[in-house]
């Protein structure tokens, strides 16, 4: 059964500051992972999607890597600001019909 | 990317009533979609699996005859939530993907906007 844990689970900076999110997963055979954003009380809104054959997928300030033989993940945002601020969800596809399992998400809180 | 809608956004209900949520693919046809639970300050849990034109496949601990999954056609999946109580009270999201670019190499997973429900 595929597990994802992220850490931290709650992370407070300065507004600028480069960050790094992380998210590991106990069974390396995946499809693709997916990175996403859920403000309070709405829904997912996506961010980045990384295949199993790729190595990091970059979109604006949001820059993330996949090192798959080592179940890790990670999300780079760079000059955080504050409408950064909200919850950051992994999600890893794998296993039969191709089931999306979701981390336990870090809570940003980017400081003005 | 392709869009997945689901409705209602919320809804309120009375303990012992049933409430149904949809989940639909717009542009796209999916054999296979997803409905996911998040309770506050949880993450997301996979509850089951919703086939086309077959039985769901629940998660351990899903309770079936509570949760009544139909899909119907390619581009529709329900969630009956039967007999609500206050404990059933959630964020209740869908996923689907893309049949005609199922493949190893594209198999994004696109979501609805989800559903929250309070049972009162």
């Known amino acids: 059964k595929q597990e994802v844990t992220q850490i931290p689970a709650a992370l407070s900076v300065p507004e600028g500051e480069n960050l790094v999110l992380n998210c590991s997963f106990t069974?390396?055979?995946?499809?693709?992972l997916q990175w996403f954003r859920q403000d309070p009380g709405k829904g997912l809104t996506s961010l980045l999607l990384?295949?199993?054959?790729?190595r990091e997928q970059t979109s604006g300030r949001l820059n993330a890597s996949l090192d798959k033989s080592s179940g890790r993940s990670t999300l780079y945002i760079a000059a955080s600001q504050p409408g950064d601020s909200a919850t950051y969800l992994c999600?890893?596809?794998?296993?039969?019909?191709?089931?999306?399992?979701f981390g336990t998400g870090t809570k940003l809180q980017v400081i003005p | 990317g392709a869009v997945v809608s689901q409705h209602p956004s919320w809804v309120i209900c009375k303990s012992g009533t049933s409430v149904k949520i949809e989940c639909r693919s717009l542009?796209?046809?999916?054999?296979?979609m997803f409905w996911y639970r998040q309770f506050p300050k949880q993450s997301l849990m996979l509850m089951a699996t919703?086939?086309?034109?077959?039985?769901?496949?629940?998660e351990q601990g899903v309770e079936k005859d509570k949760f009544l999954i139909n899909h119907a056609s390619l581009t529709l999946s329900t969630l009956t939530v039967t007999s609500a109580h206050p404990e059933d009270s959630s964020f209740y999201i869908c996923?689907?993907?893309?049949?005609?670019?199922?493949?190893?190499?594209?198999?994004?997973?696109?979501f609805g906007q989800g559903t929250r429900l309070t049972v009162v």
């Open positions: 996923s689907a993907r893309d049949q005609g670019t199922y493949t190893l190499s594209n198999t994004e997973a696109f």
């Open positions: 069974d390396s055979a995946i499809y693709n």
């Open positions: 990384i295949q199993s054959s790729q």
């Open positions: 999600a890893v596809n794998s296993g039969g019909y191709q089931k999306v399992t």
């Open positions: 542009d796209f046809q999916a054999t296979t």
């Open positions: 919703s086939n086309e034109g077959s039985k769901a496949t629940y």
